[in-house]
């Protein structure tokens, strides 16, 4: 039990440990293909924000080359158009500013007069934009606001100083200033993104603001002044922002602020060396984490079947491993058996062949030959019970045991193995005792052969290792409870006993605990007791100490058998003074030394003996003699031409009297509860088992005869 014990929890942490093994590389896998998909999703979403940089950039430099191109385009037109008059240039400027995307357009004079083309005419010096203009070398862009009453807003100051001035009749031109609204610029920019989370900055290098995404807000105006309560990671910092903004360097860095964390890109708007811009493109790292997210949902069924093929292939390898290691064992238990077997079989064979040679040295002192026929009987039981044992536990390996229950008597099958035992006994100088008065319901419903059999396994080791005056015990004890009789069987003795080592391997086939040198055995008679106990519903344990003796105890439920003992004949009836001497007795059997042993053993008892070799001869033997000729038929079982099945089949059916009433006594090898019955179902009487018991052979014939005598 315990062996089974380990192997189950073997069994369980080896299958503990092969789940650990195949999700810890699921999980491993897993991890790596979250990480992949993370720096994955990060390289595209750091590519995306450049494609909207590149984009937003290449519109902003397009659009400030366009306007400094219209500018620089007026100024053409003025030069080539020298006698113009000024007035008539101005007037064409307010028309130009009104069919474009300028506000107010600008002719600044040599003499720093500025007239707009709304006709207004101011000093250079009294105009926002006047130092940028006179510092420009050809083109420049600022940004402008605009807080006058006559006029409020952001604007972008686009602007062209020429480095000759041209001719406008008298008056001399030296430049050209447009104003433009700053939502233009953000009309060309996708200022926001990413679905809401991200926002586009067109700062200075100062980090003032020109222009950003409505969602975007700061009190004081300035993108990177923010940034000074920033954590930033993977070494940014935001000196190194301030750094990449004055070398004009692109920079990517991430950074949390006020509870969100973002990834912002720094790039150049420098152009024409015209204005310090700069285009920051900022995005959430919420966008990354929901499409790792989403992809990880996505990727969740396959990571599920993967992890049930997985633990398909899991438990298909285990069940490999599993299966070659039982057939290793199988094998190395095979050897072992057979190792074993020999040893069992070949140990009372070579005394049978022993004896048979002294019996032939001494022929003629017939107190030798009763003493080597006596030790030869033993030889052959041991041999017998050696193969009977074999055969049980192969059957029992197989799934092929099957209990049959029927009518049984406790008292009868108890007083049997009584007798069975009791010369065992005495020969040994052992005490044998039973106790079998508290049996309440003898008769219930249970498989007596196998009853019998677990009796005499237990008994038969308990006189085995009982030495000369010891004393072996059995007790039986009954309670009834409803239709069932639990019985108790108590089986003890005052051998040798067992060390604590063995009683935890004693119900393991072939084990042995070689204690007593005479000691033989499969070590086969406790497996099959415990594993027929068990079968019959019932418990078994054992109790011993070294020295002092053992106690096996075993109880079986039996249901109480209700039946009328009205006319039955008991087994074990009395012959009053019947005898076999007379009788005809047909015995069939093919083999002709089993033949002439029995032949041999039937005249002696005085019987007349007809004799044939396979079931055909019987069936013809039979119908051609008198009716109520034969007394009896001893029949075997497997034969050529028709076996002892079929044969007595057909006597059963032929048409006359004695047909369905001379006893028929099945001769078979074939020991088994199952062969039994199906003896008994082909019209046969009884079975007795080769090798033949005599003396129970000539007690079933006499029970069969009295049945007769009183039917």
């Not at 606001?145 to 001719?167: C, I, M, N, Q």
């Not at 292939?313 to 058996?337: G, L, P």
């Not at 009977?388 to 049959?404: A, C, F, H, P, R």
């Not at 005249?603 to 009716?627: H, K, M």
């Amino acid at each position: 039990m315990r062996k089974i014990e380990k192997k189950a929890i073997h069994q369980w942490w080896t299958w503990v440990l092969v789940l650990l093994i195949s999700f810890s590389a699921l999980g491993g896998g897993y991890w790596l293909y979250y990480r992949s998909i993370e720096r994955a999703v990060y390289s595209t979403t750091l590519s995306f924000m450049e494609q909207i940089a590149d984009h937003d950039h290449l519109n902003i430099v397009n659009q400030m080359d366009s306007k400094t191109e219209y500018l620089q385009l007026i100024l053409n037109r003025i030069d080539a158009s020298r006698e113009s008059r000024f007035e008539d240039v101005i007037y064409d400027l307010g028309v130009e500013s009104r069919t474009t995307s300028f506000d107010t357009l600008y002719l600044i004079t040599t003499a720093d007069e500025v007239y707009s083309s709304s006709y207004l005419k101011s000093p250079l010096q009294s105009l926002p934009w006047a130092e940028e203009f006179r510092r420009a070398e050809n083109s420049f862009v600022i940004r402008y606001d605009e807080v006058s009453r006559e006029k409020w807003g952001e604007f972008l100051v686009y602007g062209v100083h020429l480095t000759a001035p041209v001719s406008c009749g008298e008056t001399e031109i030296s430049g050209a200033v447009g104003l433009v609204p700053i939502d233009e610029i953000a009309d060309q920019m996708r200022l926001e993104s990413f679905d809401g989370e991200g926002i586009a900055v067109v700062m200075q290098k100062s980090g003032n603001i020109i222009t950003a995404s409505q969602q975007y807000s700061t009190p004081d105006n300035n993108f990177l002044t923010p940034l000074e309560r920033a954590q930033f990671k993977n070494g940014g910092s935001l000196a190194a922002c301030r750094r990449a903004v004055e070398r004009g360097e692109s920079l990517f860095v991430e950074y949390s602020l006020d509870g969100g964390s973002y990834y912002a890109l720094f790039q150049s708007l420098d152009h024409h060396a015209g204005n310090e811009w700069y285009l920051v493109v900022r995005v959430s790292t919420q966008v990354t984490a929901d499409q790792v997210r989403t992809l990880i949902f996505r990727s969740l069924p396959f990571f599920a079947v993967l992890g049930i093929l997985i633990l398909i292939i899991a438990y298909f390898v285990y069940h490999t491993m599993n299966a070659a290691k039982v057939a290793r064992a199988s094998e190395q238990a095979k050897s072992a058996f057979l190792a074993n077997m020999s040893h069992e079989i070949r140990t009372p064979l070579n005394g049978i062949v022993g004896l048979q040679y002294l019996m032939r040295q001494n022929l003629d002192d017939r107190e030798k030959l009763a003493a080597y026929l006596k030790k030869a009987e033993v030889s052959t039981s041991f041999l017998q019970s050696v193969i009977t044992d074999v055969l049980d536990m192969s059957k029992i390996e197989s799934g092929q045991m099957e209990l049959y229950p029927k009518e049984l008597d406790l008292s009868a099958l108890i007083e049997e193995v009584h007798i069975l035992l009791e010369n065992q006994a005495e020969n040994k100088g052992v005490r044998f005792l039973v106790d079998v008065q508290e049996l309440e319901a003898p008769t219930v419903e249970g498989d007596g052969l196998r009853l019998k059999q677990i009796l005499t396994n237990l008994l038969g080791n308990a006189v085995k290792f009982t030495p000369e005056g010891g004393i072996v015990s059995l007790a039986v004890r009954q309670k009834l409870s409803g239709g069932t009789a639990n019985t108790t069987f108590r089986v003890a003795d005052t051998g040798c006993g067992m060390s604590p080592e063995f009683l935890q391997r004693i119900w393991q086939p072939f084990e042995q605990e070689r204690r007593v040198a005479s000691q033989n055995g499969t070590g086969l008679g406790t497996t099959l007791s415990k594993t027929l106990v068990e079968k019959m519903g019932g418990t078994i344990s054992v109790e011993s100490q070294p020295e002092k003796g053992t106690v096996f105890t075993f109880s079986i439920p039996f249901p109480v058998a209700e039946t009328s003992q009205e006319g039955a004949a008991p087994a074990d009836a009395p012959s009053g003074g019947w005898s076999l001497a007379g009788k005809r007795v047909l015995a069939v059997e093919d083999n002709e030394i089993n033949r002439m042993i029995v032949v041999s053993i039937l005249e002696e008892q005085g019987c007349a003996l007809t004799e044939a070799e396979d079931g055909q001869e019987a069936l013809e033997v039979f119908a051609g003699s008198p009716p109520a000729w034969f007394d009896l038929i001893l029949m075997d079982i497997q034969m050529p031409v028709m076996d002892g099945y079929e044969a007595t089949k057909r006597i059963r059916a032929l048409p006359r009297p004695d047909a369905g009433t001379v006893p028929i006594i099945a001769m078979t090898a074939n020991a088994f509860s199952e062969d039994i019955q199906r003896a008994l179902a082909s019209g046969m009487d009884d079975v007795a088992t080769k090798p033949l018991d005599i003396k129970l052979l000539l007690k079933k014939i006499e029970t069969i005869q009295n049945w007769e005598g009183t039917s």
